[in-house]
């Protein structure tokens, strides 16, 4: 039986270090200022009254276009962050030395990962949040708004669910050495991006109906509906990876005591 | 933590964990290290493992743990089998698992506080644990002192201490050790030993105490084994006719007959909180039913 109580114990420390962590402030504030010099000549978008060239369309089409590749830049910075915050921390959780004392309380199995299942999932809220506030707050500074701009959001949590969950379903076990571990995070990492790749190559091979549920995200990707779907795909197989990963879990118990090795020798 | 439904008589049958005819060598190695070996711990009993380096002994230790499986033969840990995928809270551990290099039995980028937070966090939602005081413990082993160390920084001394008080906070009916005093200093020795006699003699824990040292061995357990070429051997506990002589004017030269261990630590303990003793002279002789 999963014990929430337990398992938030378990994940705590690592939700507080990274809510409490000033960096990801310090991020979004950089990312605020970096997108305010921007203004628009009537024709073309400039940095500092300097004209910047690259940019076509409308001011609106303009705008987007610009917040949609500045979210971009920060979405791979975010995703090598989030390999030494989280994906890296995450495979080593599998470890004999991350692992063996917590085996040795009075939790189980289950809470241990749930507890895992919980820490992809706030990490991958947060940094959506993050993103969020973002988009909001510059949105309203240069009056344009789209909602096609949340789907960049939404790429970015399902980017950290998706890779958190290919790691968790993966389940170390005591098969892969600290080496292993750290190449498999690696691989996470650029997994989804790598998928849309395969999506490119294998395009004619998926039945057009069924083309838009080929899980992928990455950042860069056109602002369509269509995405919507690829993005949406790759949360929801992460999240199911996470399940996965707990269900798996079901087959493993806490041997509390004598008292419960075997049916014969109970007297209830 | 004990049933209710299990009479105390049935319970103490079972073993906390047994090993029948188990083999067991690494994959990359054609050197047998246990071989047909057999070997059980029941509740209240304390037994000691002596050996060579590389003989061994900590391979059990891993057996018990699920770091590894045997090639043949049964191993149960609380009347089941064995898994790395199970938790075992009733299970205190203190030792240096190495299973891959680098690899220590405590978790890194940690506090020791935050570790200790967890760990009374998860013991106090458990009805049984909930009244434990940790405080007593925690002090005697000196946890406090270095509560604002990362978990990867502490000297092996203070690892050892750490893992101490995670396995004997929680009175868990199975103690196993492996070289647990190493590294520590004197001071500390006495206390994790203490503190783990105290476990045997008040919650009638089963103790499996792997050391290289004898004594420690003589002094925490009724039986000791000797792993060898990969066989396991009960060492027979002797008995030794002793004669004690001291400079004291109050005593006399005293003679024990068939003087066992613990009556040997016993007979030492009176002359050392004797101040009128300041010479003394202990010889024995192995038993044999004639008086000295």
């Not at chain 1, 960096?23 to 950089?30: K, M, P, Q, Y």
């Not at chain 1, 009254?49 to 001011?59: K, V």
């Not at chain 1, 830049?73 to 004392?101: E, K, T």
């Not at chain 2, 040997?264 to 002279?281: G, P, R, V």
Request: net charge negative; glycine share 8%.
């Amino acid at each position: 039986m999963i014990n929430l109580n337990k398992a938030w114990v378990i994940v705590k420390p690592e939700i507080i270090k990274l809510v409490k962590s000033y960096h990801w402030l310090i991020l979004l504030g950089v990312g605020i200022i970096i997108a305010t010099p921007f203004g628009w000549d009537q024709e073309k978008l400039t940095v500092f009254n300097i004209p910047l060239e690259g940019y076509y369309g409308s001011r609106e089409t303009v705008y987007i276009s610009l917040l949609h590749e500045l979210f971009s830049w920060a979405w791979i910075y975010i995703a090598f962050d989030v390999l030494f915050r989280l994906l890296l921390p995450l495979g080593d959780s599998f470890s004999v030395s991350q692992l063996l004392w917590l085996r040795l309380t009075p939790c189980s199995p289950v809470d241990i990962a749930v507890a895992r299942g919980i820490w992809v999932i706030a990490y991958g809220v947060l940094l959506g949040v993050l993103g969020l506030i973002w988009m909001l707050i510059t949105s309203l500074y240069y009056h344009v708004f789209s909602t096609n701009l949340l789907l960049d959001a939404l790429g970015l949590v399902s980017y950290i669910i998706f890779a958190g969950g290919m790691i968790a379903v993966l389940d170390f076990d005591l098969e892969f050495d600290y080496f292993s571990k750290r190449v498999i995070a690696v691989v996470a990492l650029f997994f989804p991006s790598l998928l849309g790749l395969v999506k490119l190559g294998i395009a004619n091979l998926i039945h057009g109906e069924y083309a838009r549920f080929f899980p992928y995200t990455h950042p860069f990707a056109m602002l369509t509906s269509e995405n919507l779907y690829h993005f949406g795909v790759a949360g929801i197989l992460g999240l199911c990876f996470l399940g996965f990963h707990i269900f798996s879990k079901l087959k493993y118990q806490t041997v509390e005591s004598l008292a419960i090795l075997d049916d014969e020798s109970t007297t209830r | 933590m004990q049933p209710n439904f299990l009479t105390d008589s049935r319970l103490s049958q079972q073993p906390l964990f047994e090993l029948k005819n188990v083999t067991f060598s690494y994959a990359n190695s054609q050197n047998q290290l246990l071989d047909h070996v057999s070997l059980s711990l029941f509740p209240g009993e304390t037994i000691g493992l002596i050996g060579e380096n590389g003989c061994g002994k900590s391979t059990i230790i891993k057996l018990l743990l699920g770091l590894c499986f045997p090639n043949n033969g049964t191993l149960n840990l609380f009347g089941r089998k064995v898994l790395w995928g199970n938790n075992y809270p009733q299970l205190g551990y203190i030792g240096d698992p190495s299973y891959y290099p680098g690899e220590l039995g405590l978790p890194t980028g940690i506090l020791v506080k935050e570790l200790v937070q967890i760990f009374k966090s998860l013991c106090q939602q458990e009805k049984e644990l909930k009244d434990l005081s940790y405080l007593e413990i925690e002090e005697r082993l000196q946890i406090p002192s270095f509560y604002e160390s990362d978990v990867s920084k502490l000297s092996k001394g203070q690892r050892i201490r750490l893992m101490a008080f995670l396995a004997l906070a929680k009175k868990p009916q199975l103690l196993i050790a492996d070289e647990a005093t190493e590294g520590l200093d004197k001071e500390g020795k006495e206390i994790v030993l203490s503190e783990v006699q105290r476990l045997a003699n008040c919650h009638q824990a089963g103790i499996l105490w792997i050391s290289h040292r004898r004594d420690e061995v003589a002094r925490l357990t009724d039986k000791v084994y000797e792993l060898f070429q990969g066989k396991l051997q009960k060492q027979e506990l002797q008995g030794f006719d002793c004669q004690i002589e001291t400079d004291s004017p109050n005593t006399e030269a005293r003679k024990y007959f068939n003087l066992s261990k613990d009556g040997a630590f016993q007979a030492l303990e009176e002359i050392f909180t004797d101040s009128s003793i300041h010479k003394f002279q202990m010889t024995g002789v192995m038993q044999k039913g004639e008086n000295l």
